[in-house]
Protein backbone atom coordinates (compact mmCIF):
# COMPACT_ATOMS: atom_id res chain seq x y z
CA UNK A 1 0.00 0.00 0.00
CA UNK A 2 1.54 3.28 -1.02
CA UNK A 3 1.68 5.76 1.41
CA UNK A 4 2.83 9.45 1.69
CA UNK A 5 2.50 10.49 5.39
CA UNK A 6 3.36 14.36 5.66
CA UNK A 7 4.30 15.75 9.45
CA UNK A 8 5.66 19.16 10.78
CA UNK A 9 2.86 21.63 10.27
CA UNK A 10 1.66 24.02 12.90
CA UNK A 11 1.27 27.59 13.36
CA UNK A 12 4.14 29.77 13.64
CA UNK A 13 4.60 33.41 13.85
CA UNK A 14 5.88 35.69 11.04
CA UNK A 15 9.91 35.13 10.66
CA UNK A 16 9.90 31.77 12.04
CA UNK A 17 10.84 28.27 10.79
CA UNK A 18 9.12 24.99 10.28
CA UNK A 19 10.48 21.46 8.98
CA UNK A 20 7.94 19.50 7.07
CA UNK A 21 8.56 15.98 6.41
CA UNK A 22 6.72 13.67 4.31
CA UNK A 23 8.01 10.08 4.94
CA UNK A 24 7.08 7.43 1.75
CA UNK A 25 6.23 3.81 2.21
CA UNK A 26 4.48 0.92 -0.42
CA UNK A 27 7.04 1.75 -3.29
CA UNK A 28 10.45 2.27 -4.25
CA UNK A 29 11.60 5.79 -2.95
CA UNK A 30 15.00 6.17 -4.79
CA UNK A 31 13.45 6.52 -8.46
CA UNK A 32 10.94 8.90 -7.81
CA UNK A 33 11.33 12.40 -8.40
CA UNK A 34 10.19 14.72 -5.28
CA UNK A 35 8.10 17.69 -4.48
CA UNK A 36 5.92 20.07 -2.23
CA UNK A 37 2.90 21.72 -3.63
CA UNK A 38 0.35 24.03 -1.40
CA UNK A 39 -2.82 25.00 -1.76
CA UNK A 40 -4.45 28.25 -0.07
CA UNK A 41 -7.73 29.03 0.65
CA UNK A 42 -9.48 29.70 -2.90
CA UNK A 43 -6.20 29.16 -5.14
CA UNK A 44 -5.04 26.59 -7.00
CA UNK A 45 -2.29 23.85 -5.91
CA UNK A 46 0.97 25.58 -6.88
CA UNK A 47 4.51 23.74 -6.42
CA UNK A 48 6.66 24.92 -4.15
CA UNK A 49 9.88 22.90 -4.40
CA UNK A 50 10.86 19.68 -6.37
CA UNK A 51 14.12 17.66 -6.08
CA UNK A 52 14.96 15.15 -8.35
CA UNK A 53 15.30 11.56 -7.94
CA UNK A 54 19.51 11.28 -9.67
CA UNK A 55 21.94 13.95 -7.92
CA UNK A 56 19.33 15.89 -6.23
CA UNK A 57 18.62 19.05 -8.28
CA UNK A 58 15.98 21.05 -6.71
CA UNK A 59 14.08 23.76 -8.51
CA UNK A 60 11.75 26.52 -6.11
CA UNK A 61 9.18 28.42 -6.92
CA UNK A 62 9.95 32.13 -7.15
CA UNK A 63 8.18 33.11 -3.96
CA UNK A 64 10.21 30.68 -2.16
CA UNK A 65 13.54 30.59 -3.52
CA UNK A 66 16.27 32.06 -1.09
CA UNK A 67 14.10 31.40 1.87
CA UNK A 68 12.68 27.38 2.01
CA UNK A 69 15.01 24.17 0.83
CA UNK A 70 13.84 21.01 -0.20
CA UNK A 71 15.87 17.64 0.75
CA UNK A 72 15.44 13.98 0.89
CA UNK A 73 16.77 10.76 2.72
CA UNK A 74 16.71 7.92 0.34
CA UNK A 75 18.01 5.40 2.85
CA UNK A 76 15.30 6.99 5.20
CA UNK A 77 12.59 7.36 2.35
CA UNK A 78 12.15 10.35 3.52
CA UNK A 79 11.77 14.14 1.71
CA UNK A 80 12.15 17.33 3.80
CA UNK A 81 11.41 21.29 2.99
CA UNK A 82 12.97 23.29 5.26
CA UNK A 83 10.79 26.60 5.54
CA UNK A 84 12.62 29.58 7.06
CA UNK A 85 11.86 33.51 6.97
CA UNK A 86 7.69 32.71 6.68
CA UNK A 87 5.38 35.09 5.57
CA UNK A 88 1.46 34.77 5.94
CA UNK A 89 1.25 33.92 2.68
CA UNK A 90 3.02 30.98 2.83
CA UNK A 91 -0.31 29.70 4.77
CA UNK A 92 -1.34 26.68 2.80
CA UNK A 93 -2.20 23.10 2.51
CA UNK A 94 1.44 21.40 2.03
CA UNK A 95 1.16 18.49 0.30
CA UNK A 96 4.12 15.38 -0.41
CA UNK A 97 4.23 14.45 -4.57
CA UNK A 98 5.97 11.90 -5.10
CA UNK A 99 5.87 11.10 -9.23
CA UNK A 100 7.68 9.17 -12.45
CA UNK A 101 5.78 5.93 -13.30
CA UNK A 102 2.59 7.07 -11.41
CA UNK A 103 1.67 9.79 -9.57
CA UNK A 104 1.43 10.12 -5.42
CA UNK A 105 -0.29 12.27 -2.91
CA UNK A 106 -0.10 12.88 0.81
CA UNK A 107 -3.25 13.90 2.41
CA UNK A 108 -1.66 17.54 3.35
CA UNK A 109 -0.34 19.15 6.42
CA UNK A 110 -1.23 22.62 7.66
CA UNK A 111 0.94 25.72 7.97
CA UNK A 112 -0.44 28.84 9.47
CA UNK A 113 1.87 31.90 9.88
CA UNK A 114 0.00 34.49 11.89
CA UNK A 115 1.10 36.65 14.74
Known amino acids: QVQLVESGGGLVQPGGSLRLSCAAS????????MSWYRQAPGKERELVAA????????NYADSVKGRFTISRDNAKNTVYLQMNSLKPEDTAVYYC????????WGQGTQVTVSS
Open 51 to 58: ITRIGGST
Open 26 to 33: GFTFRLYD
Open 97 to 104: NAKRYYDY
